[in-house]
Structures are given as C-alpha cells and as structure tokens.
C-alpha cells in the first residue's frame, strides 16, 4: 500500500523573530530599529502576514495528507522522501535554498508578500494552495523543469544548486587552481582569482547577470529550462605562472568545467549556503556541470 503524500512546508525566520529573539521584547526591538530610523510596524506586518500564509497553505492539504514543516536553517538535516509535494512559503531565494536537498519531488512556490518579492520562483497565493497541492500529484502534472547545476569532487563529495556554484577561498585570499574544460588528459591553465561563478537560466537574473553585464559578454544568457550553464573566473591575475586565457565559457550537457586545487583550502557552495558548502585541499579535483536532477517548479 503506497503511502499518502506528504505535503511539506518550507518556510524561513522572519526579521521579526530574528529580533525578538536578539531583543527579548516588541519594545527592545522596536527602540533599537527606532534608533536607526526604522519602525517596527512594517515588520511586525509582513512577519503576520508569513504567518497568516502559513496557516492558509497548512489548512489547504488535503486531510488524508500527512504534512511537516522544516526552517531553511534546518534544511541540510531534513529528510525529504519521493513521495513528497513541497511548498516553499516565502521568497524567491527560497525555493533555490530548499532546490539543492530535492530529488525530482514537485514545488510549489508561495509568495508571502506581493509586490515586495520578484515572485519569479514563488509564483502564486496562499488561496491557490489546495488546487495546486491537488495539481501537483495528478498523472502528468505540469510543471517546468528548471536546470541545475552540480559539482562533483574526486573524493565522490557532491553539491547542487539552482542558481549558481561558486569556487574560491574561504576568505579574502587568492584561490590557486588549475582550470580546464576538456577531459581529464587534456591542458589545463593555472590561475590565481577571486574565485570561479557557474550559473544556470534560473540564476540569470542575479550574481551571474552581474558578471556577464560587467564582463559585457557576447554569450547569450540562457533560461530556466535550457540546458546550458555560463561561468566566469572572477579577477583572474596574469604571471609569469598564471594565465588568464580561460575567463568565461558556455557548458551543454556533457560538457564540465574542471578544476583541480592549487592551494591549501577551497570551498565550493550553492545559492549563497556557505554553511552548507564542500571542502577541497590541495590536488583535489572537482568538475562542474549541468545536473540530471532538475527542480520540478509548478507553473
């Protein structure tokens, strides 16, 4: 007997609670943001209306359904199973914060806050929760299948993201690696950069758009659902060691980006979750690409 979805809830401390819980009081809070010219009252609304938003989409699942609920801080420790539907509540980054812990499951995207939020990934309201929570487990359900990006490391440590990956140090000094983009075998170029950005369609209209415009690139930035990736090597520094002849580049499928560590310590993260990022020591190699997996984002 196959077990009943699972409608899960994602959602994220609001400033409110952040500042009750580094205050103690409403009234602490609201002196200290009063100190810096802000009111409380604006956030105190938008942290009701995320709550409000909670419990319109947790009364829309369906009673047969079971349900959970899990914080972004606790999304690296939560088990998502097949069977689940997951609803992201809150803003865009979201979706791609929870994307990376996802494994074909269906998402859903919520937004808390019209107008303040792009509402590109979190595309409806709380009242279109139980038809789409419906839409979402019926046979060929529509849904885009956004492109990921994956890096995988010689040691079989592996991360995915949504928007964009990126290489670097750990803190302001000079990631030392060397770059190549053919197989194993082939010439690689060593480098010392502020680090190596590779982004999807889905991460176009933030960091990666950033480089590409400052970079006034001729490559053409893909969409959500293509499947290609753009990169950049941020600052690259010429020498008489390193190079700077392999700055940028288009991946299709099959295609990867390979670095191998030239210095004592790099960190690779996605979407921004440097807690949750891997840890590459000298001679390790790890390879960019397009990812199998895609999010499922229900139109």
């Not at 079989?156 to 140090?169: F, H, K, M, V, W």
């Not at 750990?170 to 075998?185: I, K, N």
């Not at 293509?226 to 700077?244: I, K, M, N, Q, Y």
């Amino acid at each position: 007997m196959s077990l009943a979805p699972r409608a899960v809830l994602v959602h994220r401390t609001t400033e409110y609670e952040e500042l009750l819980a580094r205050h103690g009081t409403h009234g602490q809070a609201a002196f200290f943001l009063s100190s810096r010219g802000r009111s409380i009252d604006e956030v105190a609304r938008r942290h009701e209306r995320t709550r409000q938003a909670l419990a319109d989409v947790a009364a829309a699942v369906p009673l047969q359904w079971r349900h959970s609920r899990v914080e972004r801080a606790d999304l690296d420790r939560f088990l998502f199973a097949p069977e689940d539907v997951v609803v992201v509540v809150g803003q865009d980054g979201l979706v791609a914060n929870s994307a990376k812990y996802l494994s074909g499951q269906p998402v859903v995207g919520i937004d808390t806050d019209p107008g303040r939020n792009p509402g590109v990934l979190v595309r409806h309201r709380p009242a279109d929760a139980a038809a789409l929570l419906r839409a979402a487990v019926a046979p060929g359900a529509p849904a885009d299948e956004l492109t990921m990006v994956e890096a995988v490391a010689d040691d079989t440590q592996r991360l995915l993201a949504l928007n964009e990956i990126y290489l670097g140090p750990s803190g302001h000094q000079t990631a030392r690696y060397r770059l190549g983009t053919g197989p194993a075998d082939s010439p690689a170029e060593s480098q010392a950069s502020s680090g190596v950005l590779v982004g999807t369609g889905t991460g176009a209209t933030g960091w990666l758009r950033s480089l590409w415009q400052e970079r006034h690139s001729p490559l053409a930035l893909p969409g959500p659902t293509d499947p290609r990736l753009l990169w950049f090597v941020r600052e690259a520094w010429p020498s008489p060691a390193t190079g700077t002849s392999l700055v940028s580049g288009e991946l299709g499928r099959e295609q990867g980006l390979r670095l191998t560590v030239e210095s004592d310590r790099l960190v690779v993260f996605g979407d921004g979750m440097e807690a949750d990022a891997l840890e590459l020591t000298w001679g390790q190699t790890v390879r960019l690409s397009i990812s199998a997996t895609s999010l499922r984002l229900a139109g």
